[in-house]
C-alpha cells in the first residue's frame, strides 16, 4: 500500500508509541508485508529466524521486536509486537469503509460493459470496456479489471487474504490493504476467488482463463495466456509465469514460483519452485515420465519383495 503523502520515520513511530533508530526525516512511502517490500517501504518481523531476511529486504523500515544497530540505509523502530503495531498502521492508513449500495457511486464502468442484476461493485472499483459481469459476483474494493473480461456468477474478487498470527488462545488477523488487478481478456469462472494482496496487488495477466472454483491467494501474481482448470488452488505469494496450465484440482504451495510454459497435471501437489516447459504430475510433483516409472515401480514391489525373500 503506499502512503500519500509519504510519511516520516518520526511520525510513524509516533502513530504507534514507538522508538526508532535512524533519520527522524526519512520518507516511508508504503506500508507492505515482507514478501513484496519495495524501496520506501515499512514492514516488519518479530522472529529472530527471519531478521536478516527482513533487514536485507528492499525494505527501508522495519517494525522489530530486538533492540540492535540500524543498518546502513534503513531505519528500525522497536516494537514488543511488531505484528500488532503493524496491523494498527494498516488500520490508521486503511480503514474499512461500508458500503451503502450494490454499485457503489465510486465506481468507474466502461463503455458497453455489461453489469448483471445482483452484481456487488465496491468503493472505487474500475471496470474497462466491453465486459460482462454476471448475476451475483462480487467486486470488492480497489479491484482493477481491464477490457473484454468475463466475471462469471458468484465470483469474488477482493476477498481478504487469509493471513493469521497465532496466539496462545485465538488467531489475529493481519488485516487487507491491498487490491486485486485483472488484466484484459481474463475470464474468470463461477465461484471462482481471488483474494486481495495483504498489502499489495494480486493479478491476473492478460488472457489468463480460470475455471469455475479455482482459489487464488494474496499477492499472487499470475501471467498472461494461463489457464487453469476447476478447483486449482494457489496459495500467497505465488509468482505465476506466462502460458502455464495447471489441470483440475492441482494445489501450489505459498512463496514459489512456476516458469513460463509449465503444465501441471490433474490432483498434483506443488511444494517447491517448478522449471518451465515441462509437464510435471504427482503429490509432490516430479516430471510427468519421472513420476509414471516410479508409479510403475511401486505397482512391481510386491513381485520383487516376492522374489527377493523366495
Same mark, same amino acid.
Given at each position: 500500500m503506499q502512503l500519500t503523502p509519504h510519511k516520516t520515520l518520526k511520525e510513524i513511530a509516533g502513530y504507534i508509541d514507538a522508538e526508532y533508530a535512524g533519520d527522524p526525516g526519512m520518507p516511508v512511502s508504503g506500508i507492505n508485508?515482507?514478501?513484496?517490500?519495495?524501496? +520506501?517501504?515499512?514492514?516488519?518481523v518479530d522472529h529472530p529466524k527471519y531478521y536478516n531476511k527482513a533487514l536485507d529486504s528492499a525494505a527501508t523500515t522495519i517494525i522489530i521486536n530486538q533492540k540492535m544497530a540500524?543498518?546502513?540505509?534503513?531505519?528500525?523502530?522497536f516494537s514488543d509486537d511488531p505484528f500488532r503495531d503493524f496491523v494498527?498502521?494498516?488500520?490508521?492508513?486503511?480503514?474499512f469503509k461500508a458500503a451503502d449500495a450494490m454499485i457503489s457511486p465510486t465506481a468507474s464502468i466502461g463503455k458497453g460493459t455489461v453489469i448483471q442484476p445482483g452484481v456487488f461493485i465496491g468503493n472505487n472499483v474500475k471496470i474497462g470496456d466491453h465486459c460482462i459481469i454476471h448475476a451475483n459476483a462480487t467486486?470488492?474494493?480497489h479491484t482493477v479489471i481491464g477490457n473484454n473480461v468475463i466475471i462469471h456468477s458468484g465470483a469474488v474478487l477482493g476477498a481478504d487474504a487469509f493471513y493469521f498470527k497465532r496466539r496462545p488462545e485465538h488467531y489475529d488477523k493481519l488485516e487487507s490493504c491491498g487490491h486485486v488487478e485483472i488484466g484484459d481478456d481474463v475470464e474468470i469462472g463461477a465461484n471462482t476467488t481471488i483474494d486481495r494482496g495483504v498489502s499489495g496487488i494480486t493479478t491476473i495477466g492478460a488472457g489468463t482463463k480460470l475455471d469455475n472454483l479455482v482459489m487464488v491467494g494474496h499477492d499472487t501474481i499470475i +501471467?498472461?495466456?494461463?489457464?487453469?482448470a476447476a478447483q486449482v488452488g494457489v496459495a500467497g505469494c505465488v509468482n505465476i509465469e506466462d502460458d502455464v496450465i495447471l489441470w483440475g484440482q492441482v494445489g501450489v504451495q505459498k512463496d514459489l514460483r512456476i516458469g513460463k510454459g509449465a503444465v501441471v497435471l490433474g490432483q498434483?501437489?506443488?511444494a517447491k519452485s517448478l522449471e518451465g516447459n515441462k509437464t510435471y504430475f504427482g503429490s509432490p510433483v516430479l516430471e510427468a515420465r519421472e513420476k509414471m516409472k516410479e508409479?510403475?515401480?511401486?505397482?512391481?514391489?510386491?513381485?520383487?519383495?516376492?522374489?527377493l525373500s523366495g
Open positions: 508485508e515482507i514478501h513484496r517490500v519495495e524501496k +520506501g517501504d515499512v514492514t516488519f540500524s543498518p546502513n540505509g534503513k531505519a528500525l523502530i494498527s498502521l494498516i488500520k490508521r492508513f486503511s480503514p467486486i470488492n474494493d +501471467g498472461k495466456n494461463c489457464l487453469f498434483s501437489g506443488i508409479l510403475a515401480i511401486m505397482k512391481r514391489l510386491p513381485e520383487i519383495v516376492e522374489k
